[in-house]
C-alpha cells in the first residue's frame, strides 16, 4: 500500500517558490525521520534536506538559505518549502523515511519512498 504521497511539484520560473508536501501513515511518520531528496536526469539521487522526529534539520549546502523544511506531527505531514528556486533546482523530487540515525547517510536499513514528483525550474 502507498504510505507517503506527496504533492506540489510544478513549473515555476527562476526566482519563484513552490511548496512540496508529503503525507505519511501514522506509524512510518511518528518513529522516522523524513526528508526529500532530487534526482536529476543522469545524475546520483541527492538529499535536499531531512528533519528528525525531535525536529532537527539539516540541509544540503545548495539548498541552506532557500529551502525550509517543517513537519507537522497532527498532520503526519512534511512540507519543503522553496524559495529563490534556481534552474539547478529542477529534478524529480523524492520524499524520504528513515530511522534518525540513518539520515544523510547512504544506506539506511529501512527506507520508506514516496513516487516521485517533478519540479522544473524554467522561464
Known amino acids: 500500500q502507498v504510505q507517503l504521497v506527496e504533492s506540489g511539484g510544478g513549473l515555476v520560473q527562476p526566482g519563484g517558490s513552490l511548496r512540496l508536501s508529503c503525507v505519511a501513515s501514522?506509524?512510518?511518520?511518528?518513529?522516522?525521520?523524513m526528508g526529500w531528496y532530487r534526482q536529476a536526469p543522469g545524475e546520483q539521487r541527492e538529499l535536499v534536506a531531512a528533519?528528525?522526529?525531535?525536529?532537527?534539520?539539516n540541509y544540503a549546502d545548495s539548498v541552506k538559505g532557500r529551502f525550509t523544511l517543517s513537519r507537522d506531527n497532527a498532520k503526519n505531514t512534511v512540507y519543503l518549502q522553496m524559495n529563490s528556486l534556481k534552474s539547478e533546482d529542477t529534478a524529480v523530487y523524492y520524499c524520504?523515511?528513515?530511522?534518525?540515525?540513518?539520515?544523510?547517510?547512504?544506506?539506511?536499513?529501512?527506507?520508506?519512498w514516496g513516487q516521485g514528483t517533478q519540479v522544473t525550474v524554467s522561464s
Open positions: 501514522g506509524s512510518i511518520f511518528s518513529t522516522n525521520a
Open positions: 528533519i528528525t522526529t525531535g525536529g532537527s534539520t
Open positions: 524520504n523515511a528513515r530511522p534518525n540515525s540513518f539520515v544523510g547517510m547512504r544506506y539506511s536499513p529501512i527506507n520508506y
